[in-house]
C-alpha cells in the first residue's frame, strides 16, 4: 500500500500563548521532526507539513488564508501530494505517542478510509483516508474556511481503530508540555509559562 502523509502544524498555539508549539523539544527532537520520524517509519513515501516550515525532508505548505483552519490545512496539503497513493495519513503536529498509533491504523485501513480511537474517543487528526474520498468530501464542503473536522469526515465511512492508550494524547498547554517533558530549544524551560 502506497502511503503519503500530511502533518499539520499552522495552529496559533493560543493555548500555549502563541508559542512555537511544532519547535518544543523532547530529548532534543522537535515535536515536528518527531511527527516526521513517525510517518516515514510507518511506512510513508512522501510527506508534506502543512505550516509555515517544514523539515529536510518534509517541504510545507500553507493554507490560505493562514489559520484558515485544519480542513483549509489539509485541502492545501493535498494538492501538494501526488494523489497516487492508496492512502492519505493525516496527524497533528503535537502528539509525541503517535508513532505507536500508526502501524494499528494503516494496518486496519479500508475502504473510505479509517480513524484512530483512543480511549473511547474519536481522534479527527489521526485518520488514513483514501485520497479520492478525501477530494470528493472536501468538494461537497460549502466552504473549507474554518470549516469543521467534523463537516468534513461526515460525509465519509470511516471505519474506527482502537489505537494504544494514549497514543494520540496531545500537547495544547504548558501542563501538557511538561507532562511530556517538552520545553522550547533555547531555554530549556517554556519562559513565559504562568
Same mark, same amino acid.
Given at each position: 500500500?502506497?502511503?503519503?502523509?500530511?502533518?499539520? #502544524?499552522?495552529?496559533?498555539?493560543?493555548?500555549?500563548?502563541? !508559542? %512555537? @508549539? /511544532? @519547535?518544543?523539544?523532547?530529548? +532534543?527532537?522537535?515535536?515536528? /521532526? +518527531? !511527527?516526521?520520524?513517525?510517518?516515514?517509519? !510507518?511506512?510513508?513515501?512522501?510527506?508534506?507539513?502543512? +505550516?509555515?516550515? =517544514?523539515?529536510?525532508? *518534509?517541504?510545507?505548505?500553507?493554507?490560505?488564508?493562514?489559520? *484558515?483552519?485544519?480542513? #483549509?490545512?489539509? #485541502? *492545501?496539503?493535498?494538492?501538494?501530494?501526488?494523489? %497516487?497513493?492508496? *492512502?492519505?495519513l493525516v496527524i497533528a503536529c503535537d502528539m509525541p505517542g503517535v508513532a505507536s498509533a500508526l502501524p494499528?491504523?494503516?494496518?486496519?485501513?479500508? =475502504? %473510505? +478510509?479509517?480513524?484512530a480511537v483512543d480511549r473511547g474517543r474519536r481522534q479527527q487528526l489521526t485518520i488514513a483516508v483514501s485520497p479520492d474520498a478525501l477530494k470528493a468530501a472536501i468538494a461537497r464542503l460549502p466552504t473549507i474556511i474554518d470549516a469543521s473536522m467534523r463537516a468534513l469526515l461526515g460525509s465519509l465511512d470511516l471505519v474506527e481503530v482502537v489505537v494504544p492508550e494514549g497514543s494520540t494524547d496531545d500537547i495544547d498547554t504548558w501542563d501538557d508540555a511538561a507532562r511530556f517533558g517538552a520545553a522550547p530549544a533555547a531555554t530549556g524551560v517554556p519562559h513565559d509559562h504562568p
Open positions: 500500500m502506497i502511503v503519503d502523509a500530511l502533518i499539520l #502544524a499552522g495552529g496559533r498555539s493560543s493555548r500555549l500563548h502563541h !508559542s %512555537d @508549539k /511544532q @519547535k518544543l523539544q523532547i530529548g +532534543g527532537t522537535t515535536l515536528l /521532526q +518527531g !511527527s516526521v520520524d513517525a510517518v516515514f517509519a !510507518s511506512g510513508a513515501r512522501r510527506v508534506i507539513v502543512v +505550516g509555515d516550515e =517544514g523539515t529536510d525532508d *518534509a517541504p510545507a505548505v500553507r493554507e490560505e488564508p493562514a489559520f *484558515a483552519g485544519p480542513v #483549509a490545512a489539509i #485541502a *492545501a496539503g493535498l494538492r501538494a501530494l501526488p494523489g %497516487d497513493a492508496d *492512502a492519505v494499528t491504523l494503516l494496518g486496519a485501513f479500508t =475502504g %473510505d +478510509g479509517v480513524i
